[in-house]
């Protein structure tokens, strides 16, 4: 359990009841005696982010239930937030709680639920990370726990989109893709460029992969690459916790790009960044040629819940498709932005489920383009498929492995287009990094993709399947 932290608060509306009777001529109350108390159960669950250490409560019964003087606890017994006086849940509302003046919420916790009496437990709900960045009953009051928006005081949103998941498009036979240990935990974002494959591990550290010879990749031997390069900021400081990885139209030769969520020298701050490196040397430590903080310009997330993954697209891809430039209300037009990558990097973010779209400028200046919903609990990889003209947004084992493509609609801004399940063959791993083969790999209309497993599981961390063309 975390200790209780100073925190930054904007807490208002969202932890009212928001579904509850008026104060004048209110259904009757019925006490947890005369009315189910297992009606009442733990519905949403926040630990981190602006509206941390909350716990939200749901009346799926049919009478309003008085829950005066219950008990909110974490996994420690003496840990203990009583509901005040004069609290009533009526049937079908939601009402959220505040409780880190009594206790924090940590990154493997409880929420535990009890009577008055503070030893009949009526509902408790525990997990093994932060929320990512609701844990939300899906559906409310009977469902399991997932990933999810915070949507506290109100019904959760499950991160349906409007859009019914679809099979995966392709081989359902997934199969490892690297030898055994050989690069343990916390393998994230992945980028293939051509024969080479870019991994990001979130120990602030890039891979250099180059292909085994039967359908899989190992660490480049050449270059001081056989155990990866450690990276760092500008100047040799601190310790990215490099999450993504991409290359820009130049390729490597130009600079690898990784987006970062914080220093992991000070890993309590956000530093939302993406940073660009030289990779042309053979010495062990990259230091970033260039880093833009885009952290003041986007909303606060938690430290551990930030860009999680990026990726490129080209100028001629997005002003051919009509992309509307979201600073400008009008069409994208690159040459406004003077010397650039000759593209968008997108950015995905892991504590909101958004995708957002900018300019880095060569003098270190940036220009948000598109700020865009994923439908998602978290994004933890982008992909720009040329090929398909497609952007891939991909969510780990919090959301089952779903995939969503999004496209260039009419009006100019990327839109959900499909929703995939992960492969039939693939169990629910969590998978941070994801990347697809060129179109000059495509046989018989199928080509590779390939997922990093964050968590190393079997002692594998790359694995290959396919995707039509």
Known sequence: MTALRTRRRHRALALLLVTGAALAGAPAVFPAEAAPAGDVRINEVVTT???????????KGTSTIDISGWILKDDKDGSKYKIPSGTALAAGAFRAFDVHDAFGLGSQDSARLYLPDGRTLVDGFSWSRHSGPSWSRCPDGT??????????????DCGGGGTAPAAWPGGGSVATADASNVFGEDLSGLHQDGD??????????LW???RDGSGGWRPDTAGGWRSGKALRFPGGAGRPDSEGVTVAGGGSAAGVFVASERDGDASGTSRLSVLRYDVSGTGSTLSATKEWNLTADLPPV???LGFEGITWVPDTDLTRAGFKDASTG???DPARYGAHSGGVFFVGVEGTGMIHGYVLRDSGAFTRVASLDSGMGGVMELEWEPQAARLWAVCDDTCDGRHRTLRIDSAGAFSVTAVYD???GMPNYNNE???LAGADECVAGSKPVYWADDSNNGGHALRRGSVTC
Not at 143 to 156: D, H, P, S
Not at 196 to 205: I, L, Y
């Open 49 to 59: 982010g602006d509206v941390e250490d909350s716990v939200e409560l749901h009346n």
């Open 143 to 156: 469902g399991a726990f997932k990933a999810a928006r915070v949507t506290l005081g109100a019904a959760n």
């Open 196 to 205: 080479v494959m870019w991994a990001a591990q979130n120990s602030g550290k």
């Open 208 to 210: 250099r992969l180059v």
């Open 302 to 304: 938690g430290a551990n």
């Open 330 to 332: 009008a069409a994208y």
């Open 422 to 424: 992960r492969p039939s």
């Open 433 to 435: 990094g994801f990347t």
